[in-house]
């Protein structure tokens, strides 16, 4: 009989990654042994023993005997030795499956649904995962685009935006679309998404709600400006509350200002839209997510000076923020 089971670990996925949802293909009544063993001990189930092999990425294989509670874990299989199965009744022998070398199939469908991107191995490529922020059943998990790379990647993409008005960049009619569900003066006007974008061009943005069981620390990324990292302080996003932040450049767009000191302060909600800049309000925006199409325009400034000095000619100005615990 050839089954397969799906371990699946309620372990806070950061500190243990690897535990969860790694799959095995278990025979019953047989077993293989072949010495190489890596650890021989006492486990109260079938499970139990599954579960210590899947912490372990040294562990490839498990031999289980139900009747004595005994539990191998055994490393990569020995080619000679391969195919010579043992008939014993009440022994169970696993084997890992491996898709990718990261003996994970993590976020790979509904059931494996992951907390965050955070969960995932930091060896996965960026891509769409399933995701359930608000954990428990997954019966509400959907799918969410992942940044494995960008400044040691675990970022969830929560919003993909565009320009009403990219070739007349600070015309009043110029604004971020669409918007989030984000909390705003009634005159913003831009479509409102709670679709979860699934990459960097497909124009959407999560549920604002759900952006703070994500984390705290924002990526922005844009082809027109700098990309900043930044840290809550007394201000943070997510929690849509004024103050300082911690931001740093990960990556310089446009090699105008390059040695322009990064925002450090963030104001959600005067205006129409959040914004990011240094000193005053109005005169050192490095980013403005103005969501109004009737004033202001959205600054996307790398020398944080609220002028027009986003990268140019760019055929498809767009933004994105990514978010990470
Ligand atoms: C982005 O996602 C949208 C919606 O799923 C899809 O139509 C589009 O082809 C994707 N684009 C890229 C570049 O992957
Ligand atoms: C957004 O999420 C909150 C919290 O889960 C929920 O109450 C609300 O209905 C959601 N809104 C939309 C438009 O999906
Ligand atoms: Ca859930
Ligand atoms: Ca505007």
Same mark, same amino acid.
Request: charged residues 30%; without cysteine; aromatic residues 0%.
């Given at each position: 009989m050839l089954i397969f089971v799906l371990v699946y &670990?309620? &372990? !806070?996925? $950061? @500190?243990? !990654? =690897? =535990?969860?949802g790694v799959l095995f293909e278990i025979k019953e009544n047989v077993f293989k042994f072949d010495g190489n063993s890596i650890w021989q001990g006492k486990a109260n189930s079938l499970l139990s023993c599954s579960r210590t092999c899947a912490s372990q990425s040294a562990c490839k294989r498990v031999i289980f005997e139900g009747s004595k509670g005994t539990c191998f874990l055994l490393g990569e299989g020995q080619t000679h030795l391969a195919n010579t199965l043992v008939k014993q009744d009440g022994t169970f022998y696993l084997k890992k499956i491996t898709t990718t070398g990261v003996y994970s199939l993590l976020g790979t469908s509904k059931s494996a649904a992951i907390a965050s991107c955070q969960a995932l191995h930091s060896q996965s490529q960026s891509g769409v995962y399933w995701i359930d922020p608000d954990g428990g059943s997954h019966t509400n998990a959907f799918r969410a685009y992942c940044d494995m790379k960008t400044d040691g990647g675990g970022w969830t993409l929560v919003w993909s935006y565009s320009f009403t008005n990219n070739v007349d960049f600070t015309a009043h009619s110029n604004a971020v679309t669409p918007r989030p569900n984000w909390q705003v003066t009634p005159e913003v006007n831009v479509p409102i998404s709670t679709t979860p974008p699934l990459n960097e061009t497909n124009f959407n943005a999560m549920n604002f709600s759900l952006w703070k069981l994500l984390g705290r620390q924002i990526l922005i990324k844009s082809n027109i400006n700098n990309w900043l990292v930044c840290h809550p302080g007394t201000g943070s996003l997510v929690d849509w509350q004024e103050g300082e932040v911690s931001c740093k450049v990960v990556k310089h767009v446009t090699n105008t200002c390059t040695s322009a000191l990064a925002p450090s302060k963030i104001s959600p909600s005067k205006g129409y839209g959040p914004k990011l800049y240094r000193d005053s309000e109005w005169y050192s925006l490095y980013y403005y997510f103005d969501g109004y199409t009737g004033k202001d325009w959205p600054s996307h400034d790398p020398c944080g @000076? +609220? $002028? +027009?000095?986003h990268l140019k000619n760019v055929v498809n100005p767009r933004g994105n923020i990514y978010i990470r615990a």
């Open positions: &670990l309620s &372990l !806070p996925a $950061k @500190t243990q !990654p =690897e =535990e969860d @000076t +609220s $002028k +027009s000095n």
